[in-house]
């Protein structure tokens, strides 16, 4: 992790500070028409992000099949969902040009289903890659890639390598930047975020996060249309009230809560509603919006006029 990373870990009150500037200033690269964006969660941290014509679709992490997210609403899941060959063939009538698998990290909940996924998805016949973390491309996971009969250099982007924390990778029109996350790991390499260019639009997915100081200069730096947060509390994340000083400090106008009614430890169903009422009482500009998992929504976001992150001033 760079020096300005170590940074990050400044007391929150010192960003909470020039929070109100960043959350008052415009989108410089947000242009006035909107773009639709579908999205569709899959339960805990996981979800789908598409474009508005299903050429594009970007998978953030990897537990679908196994995903115990749907239990706490009482919701069955969908038979889509249901398995490895059932989730291919639905992604194969879509058409997709390509499906892109965003791996924050290596924790059950997040790649239980991950290599069983791209298996599934390569034998349908479907243009998939995926990227995460530099070194757990490079170092960890190699061994599982070839246990599983799958090609690292040929899935995971950037020949294999993966990406560090603040370089990217880009495939079929996608842009995606990986940014640090306060989390652990299974084993050992850092936890990240991303941020996600894609159909016009700028996406920033915490990944399992806590609080902390340097998210402030995410949003200046990135500017991203919506942030998904993790907002479950528990043993592993941050809860609602850290997640929406989150909103605040990141300055986006809307954010998605995610991470929550998975397992015991963490809020249960109503950490969506938790969530939208922290953001209004300290970043009332942002809008909230709570998903069910397994139903997809279309969200309108702001457009990203340059692809290439902001350039923080001085």
């Known amino acids: 992790m760079s020096e300005l990373s170590r940074g990050a870990f ?21 242009a006035a028409t909107g773009v639709q964006l ?3 969660w899959y339960g805990g941290g996981v979800y789908e ?21 749907f239990t706490a609403f009482g919701i069955p899941k969908p038979a889509e969902l249901s398995s490895a060959s059932a989730y291919a063939a639905h992604l194969k ?10 791996l924050t990290h290596d924790h059950g909940d997040h790649m239980g289903d991950y290599f069983e996924l791209l298996g599934a998805l390569t034998a349908a016949g479907i243009d998939v890659k995926t990227v995460g973390q530099s070194d757990l491309m490079r170092v960890a996971l190699p061994p ?26 880009r495939y079929k029109g996608v842009r995606l930047e990986l940014v640090p996350a306060v989390h652990s790991t ?7 975020g991303f941020i996600i260019d894609l159909g016009g639009t700028r996406i920033y997915a915490s990944g399992d996060t806590d609080l902390y100081g340097d998210l402030a200069l995410v949003g200046r ?16 994340t941050m809860g609602p009230e850290d997640a929406a000083t989150a909103v605040q400090i990141l300055g986006v106008p809307h954010a998605i809560p995610v991470h929550f009614a998975h397992n015991p430890l963490v809020i249960g169903p109503h950490c969506g509603d938790l969530f939208r009422a922290a953001v209004a009482r300290v970043a009332p500009h942002a809008t909230v919006t709570v998903l069910t ?12 006029t340059a692809l290439e992150r902001a350039t923080p001033s001085a």
């Open 93 to 102: 009538s879509r058409n997709p040009e390509a499906v892109i698998v965003a």
């Open 144 to 169: 599982k890639f070839k246990a599983a009969n799958l090609d690292n250099t040929k899935l995971v982007l950037n020949n294999g390598a993966g990406i560090n924390m603040g370089g990217s990778a």
């Open 221 to 236: 730096r990135y500017q991203p249309a919506i942030a998904i947060l993790s907002t479950g509390n528990g043993a592993f």
């Open 38 to 40: 579908r999205m569709r």
């Open 49 to 69: 992000l598409a474009t508005a014509d299903d050429k594009t679709i970007v998978l953030v992490d990897a537990w679908i099949w196994n995903n115990t997210g």
């Open 293 to 304: 998992p397994g139903q997809p929504t279309t969200l309108t976001l702001p457009a990203v």
């Open 10 to 30: 400044f007391h929150v009150s010192a960003a909470a500070g020039a929070a109100a500037s960043l959350a008052a200033a415009p989108l410089e690269a947000a």
């Open 186 to 192: 299974a084993a050992g390499f850092p936890a990240a």
